[in-house]
C-alpha cells in the first residue's frame, strides 16, 4: 500500500470551512500526512490597476481585465520580476498580514501536526507547481510518503483517499483529471497571448517533444518520484514563463517520459458547484469538485 500525503490548499477567506473539512479529512484518512497551505495574492501587479478583484479575476473589469492579466504575465516574464514579485508578496504579507497568519497558525494547530506552509508565489493559481515544488525543496523532502495529491479546500470526499487514488498509484507516476492533448480550442492554450509557442520553446531547448497537454489542476496525484526529478530539473526557478500550471506541469512530465494518466472523476469539474442532494445521489462517485459550502455532515461533527 502506498503513503498518501494531501498538500491542502485553502483560502484564508473560507478558513473555517477548509479547517472543518480538514478534521473530517484527517479522521477518515489516519495515515495520511496532510499539509495545511495558504497563498496570497499577487501585490506586485503591472498594470497598476485599482480593483479589489483584479489579483484573482477577471470578471470585475470586464473589458480590460483580460487585457491587464496579459499585460501583467507578460511583465512577470521579463527578467527578475517574478522573483521581485515573489519578494514583495512575502514583506507586505509579513507585515500587513502577520496576526492573521498567527490566527490562520494557531486554528490548524488544534486540527493538524503539520504546521502552516505559506507561499508567495506570484498569480498563484497560474502556478500551482511551483508552490509544490518550493514546499518540497524545503520541508517536503523530509516527509515519509509516496504519492502527493493536490487537494484544495473546495473538494468534498464521500471515500478514504486511499479508495480513490490507490488504483492510480498502482500504475502510473502522474494523474490529472481531465488529462488530454492540448489543442488550440482549449481556453488555456493561448491565453496569456502566446503561452503555448513559449512552452514549445522551452521543450525544444532541452530536447522534448513539443506535444502540449492539457489538465485540471486540482485533485491531481504526483509521485514522490516525479517530485525528485522536477526538483533535479530545477523546475521551481528555471521555467518562470507565463502559461498555467495546467499545461505546464503536465506538459513537462510527459515530455520528459514519466508514465501519465487521467482520473476518471466523472463528478470533477470547474463549475457550476455541487448541490449536497446531488452528493448524496452519486455518493459511490468517492470525489466532488467543486463544493464550496459544508455538508450536513460536517456541521454535525
Known amino acids: 500500500?502506498?503513503?498518501?500525503?494531501?498538500?491542502?490548499?485553502?483560502?484564508?477567506?473560507?478558513?473555517?470551512m477548509a479547517i472543518l473539512r480538514l478534521r473530517r479529512l484527517r479522521v477518515m484518512n489516519p495515515d495520511v500526512i496532510f499539509i495545511p497551505v495558504v497563498g496570497t495574492r499577487q501585490l506586485l501587479y503591472l498594470p497598476m490597476i485599482v480593483d479589489a478583484n483584479m489579483f484573482g479575476s477577471t470578471g470585475s473589469l470586464r473589458l480590460i481585465g483580460p487585457v491587464a492579466h496579459s499585460v501583467n504575465s507578460i511583465v512577470l516574464g521579463a527578467p527578475g520580476v517574478f522573483k521581485l514579485s515573489?519578494?514583495?508578496?512575502?514583506?507586505?504579507?509579513?507585515?500587513?498580514?502577520?496576526?492573521?497568519?498567527?490566527?490562520?497558525?494557531?486554528?490548524?494547530?488544534?486540527?493538524?501536526?503539520?504546521?502552516?506552509?505559506?507561499?508567495?508565489?506570484?498569480?498563484?493559481l497560474w502556478n500551482l507547481d511551483y508552490v509544490i515544488m518550493r514546499w518540497f525543496n524545503t520541508l517536503g523532502k523530509q516527509l515519509d510518503f509516496d504519492y502527493l495529491i493536490f487537494y484544495e479546500f473546495d473538494i468534498f470526499t464521500t471515500k478514504p483517499l486511499e479508495e480513490i487514488y490507490g488504483k492510480y498509484a498502482?500504475?502510473?507516476?502522474?494523474?490529472?483529471?481531465?488529462?488530454?492533448?492540448?489543442?488550440?480550442s482549449w481556453y488555456f492554450y493561448n491565453f496569456p497571448p502566446k503561452?503555448?509557442?513559449?512552452?514549445k520553446r522551452w521543450l525544444k531547448q532541452r530536447r522534448?517533444?513539443?506535444?502540449?497537454?492539457?489538465?485540471?489542476?486540482?485533485?491531481?496525484?504526483?509521485?514522490?518520484?516525479?517530485?525528485?526529478?522536477?526538483r533535479e530539473l530545477d523546475q521551481a526557478s528555471s521555467a518562470e514563463f507565463y502559461c498555467q500550471s495546467e499545461m505546464r506541469l503536465p506538459t513537462v512530465l510527459t515530455n520528459i517520459g514519466f508514465k501519465v494518466s487521467k482520473l476518471n472523476f466523472p463528478f470533477f469539474r470547474y463549475r457550476p458547484i455541487w448541490s449536497e442532494e446531488e452528493i448524496c445521489s452519486n455518493e459511490d462517485a468517492g470525489i466532488f469538485h467543486p463544493v464550496k459550502t459544508l455538508t450536513s455532515i460536517e456541521i454535525k461533527q
Open 1 to 16: 500500500m502506498s503513503k498518501f500525503a494531501a498538500f491542502y490548499l485553502f483560502s484564508e477567506s473560507q478558513s473555517t
Open 86 to 124: 515573489n519578494i514583495v508578496n512575502e514583506k507586505v504579507v509579513d507585515f500587513t498580514g502577520h496576526n492573521k497568519q498567527i490566527e490562520l497558525r494557531n486554528k490548524i494547530k488544534q486540527e493538524c501536526p503539520q504546521t502552516l506552509y505559506v507561499d508567495y508565489t506570484p498569480l498563484l
Open 170 to 184: 498502482k500504475s502510473s507516476d502522474a494523474c490529472f483529471v481531465d488529462y488530454n492533448e492540448a489543442t488550440a
Open 195 to 199: 503561452c503555448s509557442q513559449v512552452m
Open 208 to 230: 522534448l517533444s513539443t506535444n502540449l497537454y492539457r489538465s485540471i489542476f486540482s485533485g491531481n496525484l504526483l509521485s514522490r518520484g516525479v517530485l525528485e526529478k522536477l
